[in-house]
């Protein structure tokens, strides 16, 4: 059975830092692209970042380019997610997802998903 199970999330204020940590079972992490999405409310989910299975590749959303740095531990089976000058738009329940490629900016192309952390981000 696959878990993803997040934790790194809370209250920031704008300019701030947190880091997100996504820790994996179940599956062969270091064969398997690992990704974040965000989800505000009354918004569709949307993919933040994506990184390959050694960690070589990665790819972001522009909004979040220069900000954020995703990377994984594959030895410690977790994928991170910095965040960094953090804005009030980036306030969202942030998703860690698996899949077998790490560049798929639609839901649907992730097989396995986290529950979620909340970040939230005051002005």
């Known amino acids: 059975q696959v878990q993803l199970v997040e934790s790194g999330g809370g209250l920031v204020q704008a300019g701030g830092s947190l880091r997100l940590s996504c820790a994996a079972s179940?599956?062969?992490?270091?064969?398997?692209?690992m990704g974040w999405f965000r989800q505000a409310p009354g918004n569709e989910r949307e993919f933040v970042a994506g990184?390959?299975?050694?960690?070589?590749?990665?790819y972001y959303t522009d909004s979040v380019k220069g900000r954020f740095t995703i990377s994984r531990d594959n030895p410690k089976n977790t994928v991170y997610l910095q965040m960094d000058s953090l804005k009030p738009e980036d306030t969202a329940v942030y998703y860690c997802?698996?899949?077998?490629?790490?560049?798929?900016?639609?839901?649907?192309?992730?097989?396995?998903w986290g529950q979620g952390t909340q970040v939230t981000v005051s002005s």
């Open positions: 997802a698996a899949g077998t490629t790490a560049w798929g900016r639609r839901q649907g192309q992730w097989d396995y």
């Open positions: 179940g599956l062969s992490f270091s064969s398997t692209g």
């Open positions: 990184i390959t299975r050694g960690g070589t590749g990665t």
